[in-house]
């Protein structure tokens, strides 16, 4: 790892400030800090937010659920009231790595790195999250723009995620047995206004599948996907899954995320 | 007192090690150290045209920075095959040479070109990044099945051929296979391994510049064996000059038997530098050099009776041995793998072909088992797909070709002594409830899911000696292990042993085995190891030999005190040595029911006089001080043998295999601790399954290894695996007093083909490679629907 400048910034502005372009926030450090070690990637300055106590805790309204940014997903697990409200999401929290990344990773850190394969995005895109940042609030479906890249800008922060509560909802993941990343995660969601089917692990990035919520929206059962074709364009192939496999995954896994709804 | 050969005694290792007590190689710090990090090559084949340190050596707190041209101009001798092979032809097996740093080309990612030495780790790191190496980069040999039609990566190997071995006789097997009704064909990948030891490689070099003594603190299975080989071969100190410590370390299964490349360099370069050095690998380097293991092409074919006897076997293997040929690797899938290709058969006749081929991969070595899993894989997964084609139940196919007599002299070279394989698959049989596996089935359908059943039966060779015919066999050393008893004067006893634990608990087992000997409480009785400088010789703990071998020396040093002290005992008594038995402890003279205990002879035999008289409790002639010593070197391996049951559950919708239930049924002759044991038997298992189900070490055209971290390389973990169902049965060695067999490697044995042919029942007779991962068993899924609607 090279030398780096640590700073612990006590509030959202403060570590705005000190942001630069080489720079990178700090909150659960669960990619930041082994890419670092793997001398993958290196900053001048790593601005630690998680003493930031503004930005943590879970906060359930009539309609939505509100995390802070730095809340971990240990506590997104265990809260009562996420499990009342959107149990879906408690379970996806709790299927996260393993227990050490659950005490240390955070929500926001979890959907700025925007890995292709993590959970959290799924969830975003599925349950219509708002991402409140300290200067602007994104919608989900314009957050998320590419592989590990999302519209925030470099002294940008995410403070909160709030989450519409659906109707009805699940999350199906067929882990990757080494990493327990999902090589194919399905988050459905059914709410008053419609149908999202939030897919991660299989592109680039997490998208909403249209074609999946179309059939669903018709008649909300299993079956109606059946028919569904799913084409493996733009689907990863890698040596843990090809792209027919994952093509096939997310039908299979939208399935059971349905059933289980 | 109630004898502990047997009992379930808590392990004395379990305080250090559950407490963050142990003392590993990287724990160890030497004032003024100095830290290392070797430059590795990025390319698997390449030549070295330039390596330009100028920069590097400028920078900050650098000492010094050593290559290739150093290590040869110094004449430091490079790493070994331990064993020479014939071809069938007659010729030896030819290796490359493999110096410690690589001068003049390198052969696979991560093969060490130079080496920096700095005052901290950061610093040493930094100034590698300045090590400018010039490559002119090669074709890479990475693809196993095409290396013997690639061109040479060694000068003067032809075809990349090591050697072309065969055991056994062509003629018999056609004779044999011309008088089948069938004949049954298996072409089996056996998966590359990587052994991921929990602790990674690491060495701690510390140099006395007044007595010129190296200190070399490392990761090794076998202390006295790295001695013995950095001293003849590296030429890097005299064995008077050189001590190898092996503390604790935290796993080997194979991988730290070899010295390797970082040792030889760190030793021979804290006596230029004149400074202790310090070197742990990350975990890329584990991932990139440890030994590899398993990596075997099969075609295998086995020709029956329609009624499921055995005639006949072939066993074609190409076995890759990576870019060298190191301590075991030439033997591992020669002497280790062909003779037990037969199993636990009447095999009338059979052969076994082995071309061992280099590629620009890591090298190749002993993995947990050695040779003997992969055997084991291909008898077993044939025996399944006999059973299959001729409509018989693969336990009865099995029963039928049992031998019922021991000794039984198996097909191609060993002599089993002692076993009964009946009693094994009978036991595991009712364990696992086969016969209501039928119900479980159904019950699995109703759910939409698919359930099969594997059953495998496997006797391996272990307790790896007698020295006469290992090294008959090309071994370049003898195979025994040595002893030293030591009774202090007040009563408690050292035990030293040239065996090394990595996690095997000898300080437990051999605790009590002394125990049981001498009639001392095991408190009192400490087992000391790893360290050339303390004790005895010894040659390694890897096949299941520590307790087979190493432990029976220790017997045998016990019984020498024990009839030293009889004859002290007896002068004490002032009786005939004859007449004084020796029972928990004491030496009693059964006619006057006189004794004395053993603390009370060895006091007397470091204290041999009394005030105001001249009078000794030595008998005339002998010596005082109570301590003996023993080498011991059997006339036979140990067979293990065992049966076990496990059945799967398959999701045919996306592939995942649950493994649902397991029983193993295992023959170990006598069991010290069953504790231990049961214990030994949970790790194999569980490394047997990560090869049927997840493990895959992957290169890619380039000699890229693309399964480098645990992000790409499934290790198995708690969550895959259900609750082992366990049992035993016993007949005991017949070539050790003890009667002990071996437990280190069933597990690893047994489950891989247990698993896959669990799998590949559920598929309805679907061949799969291993691993079985979800995506292939989707994939097969998919084809059996096919074909069932077809016959449907």
Redesign the interface.
Same mark, same amino acid.
């Given at each position: $790892?090279k030398?780096f400048n640590y700073h612990s910034a006590k509030d959202v502005k403060e570590a705005s400030k000190l942001a630069s372009s080489n720079s990178a926030f700090l909150a659960g450090g669960m990619t930041t800090l082994p890419s670092m070690k =793997?001398g993958l990637a290196s900053y001048k300055d790593i601005i630690d937010i998680k003493r930031i106590k503004k930005i943590s805790g879970i906060k359930v309204s009539g309609k939505t659920v509100t995390i802070g940014a730095i809340t971990k997903h240990v506590e997104v697990a265990n809260s009562k009231d996420v499990k009342k409200a959107i149990p879906s999401l408690a379970a996806l929290a709790e299927g996260i790595g393993d227990p050490q990344v659950r005490n240390r990773g955070t929500i926001g850190g979890s959907i700025a790195n925007n890995d292709p394969a993590a959970d959290y995005p799924s969830a975003c895109i599925a349950l219509n999250a708002i991402i409140h940042t300290n200067n602007r609030k994104i919608n989900a479906d314009k957050f998320f723009t590419g592989m590990f890249e999302t519209s925030l800008k470099s002294s940008e922060i995410i403070e909160a995620i709030e989450f519409n509560i659906p109707q009805k909802s699940s999350y199906q993941k =067929?882990p990757n047995? !080494? /990493?327990r990343y999902a090589i194919v995660g399905v988050y459905v969601a059914k709410h008053k206004t419609g149908i999202n089917v939030g897919v991660t692990g299989a592109k680039s990035s997490v998208y909403n599948d249209k074609n999946l919520a179309g059939a669903l929206s018709k008649n909300f059962s299993s079956s109606a996907i059946d028919n569904v074709k799913i084409s493996t364009s733009g689907i990863n192939s890698d040596?843990? !899954? /090809?792209a027919e496999?994952r093509a096939? $995954?997310i039908k !299979?896994?939208a #399935? #059971?995320a349905v059933d289980a709804c | 007192m109630a004898s502990l050969v047997g009992s379930r005694v808590e392990r004395k290792e379990d305080k250090r090690f559950l407490t963050g007590k142990g003392r590993y190689t990287s724990d160890i710090n030497i004032a003024n150290q100095t830290y290392a990090i070797f430059i590795r090559s990025p390319h698997a084949r390449a030549k070295i045209k330039k390596i330009d340190t100028s920069k590097a050596l400028k920078s900050s707190g650098v000492v010094d920075i050593l290559t290739g041209e150093h290590i040869a101009k110094d004449k430091i001798g490079g790493l070994i095959a331990g064993w020479a092979i014939r071809s069938e032809d007659g010729s030896e097996m030819k290796c490359p040479a493999n110096p410690p740093l690589a001068k003049d080309s390198v052969n696979f990612v991560g093969d060490p070109v130079a080496v920096v030495f700095a005052e901290t780790l950061d610093e040493a790191k930094a100034a590698a990044e300045l090590v400018k190496v010039d490559y002119k980069v090669l074709k890479a040999v990475a693809n196993l099945s095409d290396a013997m039609n690639s061109e040479a990566i060694h000068d003067g190997i032809e075809k990349n051929l090591c050697y072309d071995w065969l055991l056994g006789d062509r003629q018999k097997v056609k004779e044999a296979f011309d008088k089948a009704d069938k004949i049954i064909k298996l072409d089996i990948i056996n998966n590359r391994l990587i052994p991921n030891a929990m602790e990674p490689r690491a060495c701690v070099i510390d140099y006395n510049t007044a007595s010129e003594e190296i200190t070399c603190y490392t990761t090794s299975q076998n202390p006295h064996l790295s001695r013995l080989i950095m001293s003849a071969f590296g030429g890097v100190a005299p064995e008077n000059k050189l001590r190898v410590v092996a503390p604790d370390v935290g796993g080997g299964f194979g991988s730290k038997i070899n010295l390797y490349n970082e040792e030889i360099v760190c030793s021979w370069a804290s006596k230029k530098i004149e400074r202790p050095i310090k070197w742990v690998a990350e975990r890329t380097e584990s991932f990139l050099t440890d030994t590899h293991g398993r990596d075997h092409i099969t075609h295998a074919e086995l020709a029956v009776t329609n009624d499921g006897k055995f005639l006949g076997f072939k066993n074609e293997t190409i076995a890759n041995l990576g870019a060298y040929a190191r301590v075991f690797g030439t033997v591992t899938p020669t002497y280790l793998f062909g003779p037990c290709a037969t199993g636990v058969y009447i095999m009338p006749a059979a052969y076994s072909n082995v071309k061992a081929v280099y590629t620009n991969t890591a090298p190749v070595d002993a993995y947990r088992g050695a040779g003997r899993p992969e055997a084991t894989y291909t008898i077993e997964r044939i025996v399944d797909k006999a059973a299959m084609e001729l409509g018989i139940d693969p336990i009865e196919i099995r029963m039928k070709n049992f031998p019922t007599e021991f000794p039984f002299k198996q097909t191609l070279v060993h002599q089993v002594d002692s076993g009964d394989y009946i009693a094994g698959l009978n036991k595991a049989k009712e364990m696992a409830d086969y016969d209501g596996f039928a119900a479980r089935k159904k019950e699995s359908e109703s759910r939409g899911k698919l359930r099969g059943i594997g059953v495998t039966s496997y006797f391996e060779a272990c307790g790896i000696a007698p020295s006469p015919v290992v090294m008959m066999l090309g071994c370049g050393v003898g195979l025994w292990e040595s002893a030293e008893v030591r009774f202090n004067p007040t009563g408690q006893v050292t035990v030293y042993t040239g065996s090394h634990s990595h996690g095997q608990s000898h300080q437990t087992t051999f605790a009590q085995i002394a125990a049981d000997e001498l009639g001392v409480p095991i408190e009192n009785i400490d087992v000391v190891h790893g360290d050339t400088d303390k004790g005895t010789f010894g040659m390694g703990t890897y096949g299941s030999r520590s307790l087979t071998v190493g432990g029976i020396a220790i017997v045998n040093a016990c019984k020498k005190i024990v009839n030293k002290g009889k004859k002290i005992a007896a002068k004490m008594l002032e009786e005939n040595p004859d007449d004084v038995d020796f029972k928990n402890g004491e030496f009693v003279v059964t006619k006057s029911n006189k004794k004395k205990t053993i603390g009370e002879v060895a006091f007397a035999s470091y204290l041999p006089g009394v005030r105001d008289e001249v009078k000794s409790p030595l008998p005339e002639g002998e010596e005082p001080g109570l301590i003996e010593s023993s080498f011991f070197d059997p006339s036979n391996f140990s067979f293990p043998a065992g049966s076990h049951i496990c059945e799967v559950e398959i999701d045919p919708e996306t592939g995942r295999v649950k493994l649902d239930k397991y029983t193993a049924v295992d023959d170990f002759g006598t069991i010290v601790n069953p504790l231990i044991v049961e214990g030994q038997v949970h790790g194999g298992l569980a490394q047997g399954i990560g090869q049927a189900l997840c493990e895959n070490a992957q290169y890619d055209e380039s000699g890229q290894l693309i399964t480098a971290s645990y992000m790409d390389y499934t290790m198995p973990r708690a969550d895959d695996l259900p609750d082992f169902n366990l049992g035993f049965t016993c007949t005991k060695a017949t070539t050790n007093p003890l009667g002990v067999k071996g437990c280190g490697e069933a597990g690893t044995i047994a489950a891989t083909p247990t698993v896959m042919n669990a799998v590949i029942n559920a598929l309805g007779g679907k061949e799969i490679s291993l691993p079985a991962t979800a995506e292939k068993v989707w994939n097969a899924c998919k084809e059996l629907k096919k074909s069932n609607a077809k016959a449907a």
């Amino acid at each position: $790892m090279k030398t780096f400048n640590y700073h612990s910034a006590k509030d959202v502005k403060e570590a705005s400030k000190l942001a630069s372009s080489n720079s990178a926030f700090l909150a659960g450090g669960m990619t930041t800090l082994p890419s670092m070690k =793997l001398g993958l990637a290196s900053y001048k300055d790593i601005i630690d937010i998680k003493r930031i106590k503004k930005i943590s805790g879970i906060k359930v309204s009539g309609k939505t659920v509100t995390i802070g940014a730095i809340t971990k997903h240990v506590e997104v697990a265990n809260s009562k009231d996420v499990k009342k409200a959107i149990p879906s999401l408690a379970a996806l929290a709790e299927g996260i790595g393993d227990p050490q990344v659950r005490n240390r990773g955070t929500i926001g850190g979890s959907i700025a790195n925007n890995d292709p394969a993590a959970d959290y995005p799924s969830a975003c895109i599925a349950l219509n999250a708002i991402i409140h940042t300290n200067n602007r609030k994104i919608n989900a479906d314009k957050f998320f723009t590419g592989m590990f890249e999302t519209s925030l800008k470099s002294s940008e922060i995410i403070e909160a995620i709030e989450f519409n509560i659906p109707q009805k909802s699940s999350y199906q993941k =067929l882990p990757n047995p !080494a /990493s327990r990343y999902a090589i194919v995660g399905v988050y459905v969601a059914k709410h008053k206004t419609g149908i999202n089917v939030g897919v991660t692990g299989a592109k680039s990035s997490v998208y909403n599948d249209k074609n999946l919520a179309g059939a669903l929206s018709k008649n909300f059962s299993s079956s109606a996907i059946d028919n569904v074709k799913i084409s493996t364009s733009g689907i990863n192939s890698d040596i843990h !899954a /090809s792209a027919e496999y994952r093509a096939n $995954m997310i039908k !299979a896994f939208a #399935k #059971k995320a349905v059933d289980a709804c | 007192m109630a004898s502990l050969v047997g009992s379930r005694v808590e392990r004395k290792e379990d305080k250090r090690f559950l407490t963050g007590k142990g003392r590993y190689t990287s724990d160890i710090n030497i004032a003024n150290q100095t830290y290392a990090i070797f430059i590795r090559s990025p390319h698997a084949r390449a030549k070295i045209k330039k390596i330009d340190t100028s920069k590097a050596l400028k920078s900050s707190g650098v000492v010094d920075i050593l290559t290739g041209e150093h290590i040869a101009k110094d004449k430091i001798g490079g790493l070994i095959a331990g064993w020479a092979i014939r071809s069938e032809d007659g010729s030896e097996m030819k290796c490359p040479a493999n110096p410690p740093l690589a001068k003049d080309s390198v052969n696979f990612v991560g093969d060490p070109v130079a080496v920096v030495f700095a005052e901290t780790l950061d610093e040493a790191k930094a100034a590698a990044e300045l090590v400018k190496v010039d490559y002119k980069v090669l074709k890479a040999v990475a693809n196993l099945s095409d290396a013997m039609n690639s061109e040479a990566i060694h000068d003067g190997i032809e075809k990349n051929l090591c050697y072309d071995w065969l055991l056994g006789d062509r003629q018999k097997v056609k004779e044999a296979f011309d008088k089948a009704d069938k004949i049954i064909k298996l072409d089996i990948i056996n998966n590359r391994l990587i052994p991921n030891a929990m602790e990674p490689r690491a060495c701690v070099i510390d140099y006395n510049t007044a007595s010129e003594e190296i200190t070399c603190y490392t990761t090794s299975q076998n202390p006295h064996l790295s001695r013995l080989i950095m001293s003849a071969f590296g030429g890097v100190a005299p064995e008077n000059k050189l001590r190898v410590v092996a503390p604790d370390v935290g796993g080997g299964f194979g991988s730290k038997i070899n010295l390797y490349n970082e040792e030889i360099v760190c030793s021979w370069a804290s006596k230029k530098i004149e400074r202790p050095i310090k070197w742990v690998a990350e975990r890329t380097e584990s991932f990139l050099t440890d030994t590899h293991g398993r990596d075997h092409i099969t075609h295998a074919e086995l020709a029956v009776t329609n009624d499921g006897k055995f005639l006949g076997f072939k066993n074609e293997t190409i076995a890759n041995l990576g870019a060298y040929a190191r301590v075991f690797g030439t033997v591992t899938p020669t002497y280790l793998f062909g003779p037990c290709a037969t199993g636990v058969y009447i095999m009338p006749a059979a052969y076994s072909n082995v071309k061992a081929v280099y590629t620009n991969t890591a090298p190749v070595d002993a993995y947990r088992g050695a040779g003997r899993p992969e055997a084991t894989y291909t008898i077993e997964r044939i025996v399944d797909k006999a059973a299959m084609e001729l409509g018989i139940d693969p336990i009865e196919i099995r029963m039928k070709n049992f031998p019922t007599e021991f000794p039984f002299k198996q097909t191609l070279v060993h002599q089993v002594d002692s076993g009964d394989y009946i009693a094994g698959l009978n036991k595991a049989k009712e364990m696992a409830d086969y016969d209501g596996f039928a119900a479980r089935k159904k019950e699995s359908e109703s759910r939409g899911k698919l359930r099969g059943i594997g059953v495998t039966s496997y006797f391996e060779a272990c307790g790896i000696a007698p020295s006469p015919v290992v090294m008959m066999l090309g071994c370049g050393v003898g195979l025994w292990e040595s002893a030293e008893v030591r009774f202090n004067p007040t009563g408690q006893v050292t035990v030293y042993t040239g065996s090394h634990s990595h996690g095997q608990s000898h300080q437990t087992t051999f605790a009590q085995i002394a125990a049981d000997e001498l009639g001392v409480p095991i408190e009192n009785i400490d087992v000391v190891h790893g360290d050339t400088d303390k004790g005895t010789f010894g040659m390694g703990t890897y096949g299941s030999r520590s307790l087979t071998v190493g432990g029976i020396a220790i017997v045998n040093a016990c019984k020498k005190i024990v009839n030293k002290g009889k004859k002290i005992a007896a002068k004490m008594l002032e009786e005939n040595p004859d007449d004084v038995d020796f029972k928990n402890g004491e030496f009693v003279v059964t006619k006057s029911n006189k004794k004395k205990t053993i603390g009370e002879v060895a006091f007397a035999s470091y204290l041999p006089g009394v005030r105001d008289e001249v009078k000794s409790p030595l008998p005339e002639g002998e010596e005082p001080g109570l301590i003996e010593s023993s080498f011991f070197d059997p006339s036979n391996f140990s067979f293990p043998a065992g049966s076990h049951i496990c059945e799967v559950e398959i999701d045919p919708e996306t592939g995942r295999v649950k493994l649902d239930k397991y029983t193993a049924v295992d023959d170990f002759g006598t069991i010290v601790n069953p504790l231990i044991v049961e214990g030994q038997v949970h790790g194999g298992l569980a490394q047997g399954i990560g090869q049927a189900l997840c493990e895959n070490a992957q290169y890619d055209e380039s000699g890229q290894l693309i399964t480098a971290s645990y992000m790409d390389y499934t290790m198995p973990r708690a969550d895959d695996l259900p609750d082992f169902n366990l049992g035993f049965t016993c007949t005991k060695a017949t070539t050790n007093p003890l009667g002990v067999k071996g437990c280190g490697e069933a597990g690893t044995i047994a489950a891989t083909p247990t698993v896959m042919n669990a799998v590949i029942n559920a598929l309805g007779g679907k061949e799969i490679s291993l691993p079985a991962t979800a995506e292939k068993v989707w994939n097969a899924c998919k084809e059996l629907k096919k074909s069932n609607a077809k016959a449907a």
